[in-house]
């Protein structure tokens, strides 16, 4: 399974962005797909989930009410809204998959990695 993840970029603070990923993967095969970050000097942290077959979503108390993740349909293609970003937003974002039931926040219960995006919150 490959993923792709795009739509990273340099927002002034109280700015929104909107990440994309898509997996590749047999058709009707679905997965639980979800987002992490890395900021420079720190762990990789979970942000949210959306389980498989997209019936429940899941996120970080520091980005509940503010990040929104979608499904497009019943694919494995899921975007990250990301709104109010703040300066501490700033990081790498890595979506992730895997294939198993139930929500997913430790970044070890993924299989799948993409290759990151870069989200900048800077005035």
């Known amino acids: 399974v490959q993923l792709q993840a795009s739509g990273g970029g340099l927002v002034q603070p109280g700015g929104s962005l909107r990440l994309a990923c898509a997996a590749s993967?047999?058709?009707?095969?679905?997965?639980?797909m979800g987002w992490f970050r890395q900021a420079p000097g720190k762990e990789r942290e979970f942000v949210a989930t959306?389980?498989?077959?997209?019936?429940?979503?899941y996120y970080a108390d520091v980005v509940k009410g503010r990040f929104t993740i979608s499904r497009e349909g019943d694919t494995n293609t899921v975007f990250l809204q990301m709104n109010s970003l703040k300066p501490e937003d700033t990081a790498v974002y890595y979506c992730?998959?895997?294939?198993?039931?139930?929500?997913?926040?430790?970044?070890?219960?993924?299989?799948?990695w993409g290759q990151g995006t870069q989200v900048t919150v800077s005035s």
């Open positions: 992730a998959a895997d294939r198993r039931q139930g929500i997913r926040v430790l970044s070890s219960s993924y299989n799948y």
């Open positions: 993967a047999r058709p009707g095969t679905t997965y639980a």
């Open positions: 959306s389980t498989k077959g997209g019936s429940n979503e």
